[in-house]
């Protein structure tokens, strides 16, 4: 028999309740000869107030003795902004080289978009995950002085370029429609925007089935929410993908249901896959909760680990659920409920 030896991170906020739902579609789902262990890491708010620790080395050693690693939501008001972001998660995602970060866009029937009509939304983002503006290339000098100067720079390798872009590409040509779009900003840029065109044409030649297409991240913007139909596979850069897939989730159902996996295709470090959306300390203990993100992030990381049919079920599942949701709230535990329901039904 198999073993899935899962690490799970609940986070802060409403991540202890979504995570709930999605370990409990995924035993539902797993076929029986497959053995599902899992530990449990508090990682987060409390253990940052209680220690001071956000990712120790021993943690990131503890972490990388799993298969794949399911989070909930990292953040709270509580601890100032960018000790968790950057003590956490994108050091999660550096030490682990999460280089793609595969995030998904499909408006399923029965769920609402801002846009007009009822456009067919079905696209994925591939945003490269370990380079761009988040790698901390910076500093500041006369630091609180009308004189203060501050630079971010962007960090662009034509390794870590390539590798994503190559990435791309292969999901491309995996889909029927095969077209991918380069979003970036090289009329600006320079620079990083001619190391990116450059590579993505070098490798657009051996792609011949794969259509291209170029935009301007501002541009693109537009396109989103005019015209979303236009994009199958979309690949881009750390920060412009940051933005674009939030709008993404924006237009294609809300970040209720918007999924996401920090992938290291290679497979030499755990994966890790998580909702979009944040710890929402607002409604957090009140049952209110959407776990469907989380349930489909689920999906992401069976396909990732080569559980391609239960991937499927459990989208299947969900799209059936959204469906027939209706306009009756449910707790999150009763969408838990139901969508485990179906998957092993
Ligand atoms: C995301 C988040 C993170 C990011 C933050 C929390 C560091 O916005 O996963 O999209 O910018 O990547
Ligand atoms: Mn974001």
């Known amino acids: 028999s198999r073993i899935l030896n899962l690490a799970v991170i609940p986070g802060d906020g409403i991540g202890q309740e979504v995570v709930a739902q999605g370990l409990k579609v995924l035993g539902a789902v797993l076929p029986q000869d497959v053995k599902l262990?899992?530990?449990?890491?508090?990682?987060?708010?409390r253990r940052y107030h209680a220690t001071g620790e956000t990712l120790t080395d021993a943690d990131?050693?503890?972490?990388?003795?799993?298969?794949?690693?399911?989070?909930?939501?990292?953040?709270?008001p509580s601890v100032p902004s960018g000790v968790l972001e950057r003590g956490f998660l994108l050091k999660l995602r550096f030490l682990f080289d999460h280089h793609v970060n595969l995030r998904p866009s499909k408006l399923l029937p029965g769920v609402a978009t801002p846009l007009k009509g009822e456009p067919e939304i079905d696209f994925i983002v591939v945003r490269e995950g370990t380079e761009g503006p988040y790698t901390g290339n910076g500093g500041s000098i006369r630091t609180g002085t009308p004189h203060e100067v501050a630079t971010e720079v962007s960090v662009?390798?034509?390794?870590?370029?390539?590798?994503?872009?190559?990435?791309?590409?292969?999901?491309?040509?995996?889909?029927?429609?095969?077209?991918?779009?380069?979003?970036?900003?090289?009329?600006?840029?320079?620079?990083a925007g001619h190391l990116w065109t450059n590579i993505f044409n070098k490798v657009a030649a051996e792609f011949p089935e794969v259509t291209t297409d170029y935009l301007h991240v501002d541009a693109a913007t537009i396109f989103l929410v005019t015209d979303p139909e236009r994009f199958d596979v979309i690949v881009t850069d750390n920060l412009f993908g940051d933005i674009i897939t939030d709008l993404a989730a924006?237009?294609?159902?809300?970040?209720?249901?918007?999924?996401?996996?920090?992938?290291?295709?290679?497979?030499?470090?755990?994966?890790?896959?998580?909702?979009?959306?944040?710890?929402?300390?607002?409604?957090?203990?009140?049952?209110?909760?959407?776990?469907?993100?989380?349930?489909l992030s689920v999906a992401l990381l069976l396909r990732h680990l080569g559980y391609e049919a239960e991937a499927v079920r459990i989208e299947d599942a969900v799209s059936a659920d959204l469906a027939e949701r209706g306009t009756t709230a449910r707790t999150t535990d009763e969408i838990g409920d139901a969508l485990a329901g179906r998957v092993a039904g």
Request: aromatic share 6%; proline share 6%; charged share 20%.
């Open 156 to 191: 662009n390798t034509a390794f870590g370029v390539e590798r994503v872009v190559r990435d791309a590409f292969a999901r491309a040509q995996a889909r029927p429609r095969k077209k991918l779009t380069l979003v970036h900003k090289n009329n600006v840029l320079s620079f």
């Open 250 to 295: 924006a237009v294609s159902g809300g970040i209720g249901v918007a999924a996401s996996g920090n992938i290291n295709p290679s497979r030499e470090f755990p994966s890790m896959f998580e909702p979009v959306h944040g710890s929402a300390p607002d409604i957090a203990g009140q049952g209110k909760a959407d776990p469907t993100a989380t349930v």
């Open 37 to 45: 262990e899992t530990k449990e890491y508090d990682f987060g708010a």
């Open 60 to 76: 990131a050693e503890a972490l990388k003795q799993h298969d794949a690693i399911l989070l909930g939501a990292i953040g709270d």
